[in-house]
């Protein structure tokens, strides 16, 4: 068996990880995975997205995005549609026949507060990675945190 020591008691760990969602603001992100899963009544389909920030200060930092692709609700359909469409031009893709062709595909997110949960994050907007963007895309706009339902504004 190797022999290794270790003094977790006066290790100093850097680079903690941030708990909690990630501030309003637009980001470089990459797919690293995707899904078609079944809702969970049965009655239609989505995408689910895992994407990571590639760069800035929460580089490494995970989102998710559902897009409902087939649900009842036209509303929400046409919503994730029209999402999966924005993901899709921003990976200089016409069509799609795989959402593995959205994998490792540097794209920009903006990312905004969960309306029925301010602990969670959720995607408003896909676009395309350009060379007039510069590293300031990627650094979330200065906000602050929201306001829950219940407290006084």
């Not at 850097?14 to 899963?37: C, F, H, I, R, W």
């Amino acid at each position: 068996m190797p022999s290794f020591n270790f003094d977790a008691a006066n290790h100093v760990a850097t680079n903690l990880p941030t708990l909690g969602p990630l501030q309003k603001g637009m980001y470089e992100v990459m797919v690293v995975a995707s899904d078609l899963k079944r809702t969970q009544a049965g009655t239609g389909e989505f995408i689910e997205l895992t994407l990571q920030v590639v760069s800035g200060q929460h580089a490494g930092r995970r989102l998710w995005d559902r897009l409902n692709v087939r649900n009842p609700s036209k509303q929400a359909e046409d919503i994730a549609l029209r999402n999966l469409q924005a993901l899709c031009l921003a990976c200089h893709l016409e069509t799609m026949t795989d959402t593995e062709q959205l994998h490792d595909i540097p794209v920009l997110a903006q990312v905004d507060f969960d309306r029925k949960d301010a602990t969670r994050n959720r995607i408003v907007f896909y676009g395309a990675v350009s060379s007039a963007v510069n590293n300031a895309a990627t650094i979330p706009a200065a906000s602050k945190p929201p306001t829950r339902p219940w407290e006084r504004r």
